[in-house]
């Protein structure tokens, strides 16, 4: 089983910065891809950023350029650095592990709101 905890959600003014963690536990080492996606009230869960062990990446259109995805793997730990946020980011945000053994994990969310 893989665990995801995510942590740095917040409020903040249009055009701040939030950065996002995500810690992976249990079979942590299992885990080959890593990402966030975004769930805005009314809409339907979007993938925002994923990266894989080897540090490929891949961002939706709308974030290009301004969030930028990370990984430690010696700490099983993934980032999400969101820069010049707008309101259209509010969002809870999910971290989420694909594991070939274990299948696709998520963690609890954590509440992102961008005031304009």
């Known amino acids: 089983q893989v665990q995801l905890v995510e942590s740095g959600g917040g409020l903040v003014q249009a055009g701040g910065s939030l950065r996002l963690s995500c810690v992976a536990s249990?079979?942590?080492?299992?885990?080959?891809?890593m990402g966030w996606h975004r769930q805005a009230p009314g809409k339907q869960r979007e993938l925002v950023a994923l990266?894989?062990?080897?540090?490929?990446?891949n961002y939706a259109d709308s974030v290009k350029g301004r969030f930028t995805i990370s990984r430690d793997n010696a700490k099983n730990t993934v980032y999400l650095q969101m820069n010049s946020l707008i309101p259209e980011d509010t969002a809870v945000y999910y971290c989420?592990?694909?594991?070939?053994?274990?299948?696709?994990?998520w963690g609890q969310g954590t509440q992102v709101t961008v005031s304009s």
């Open positions: 990266i894989i062990r080897g540090g490929s990446t």
């Open positions: 989420w592990g694909y594991s070939g053994s274990f299948g696709n994990s």
């Open positions: 249990g079979s942590a080492s299992s885990i080959n891809q």
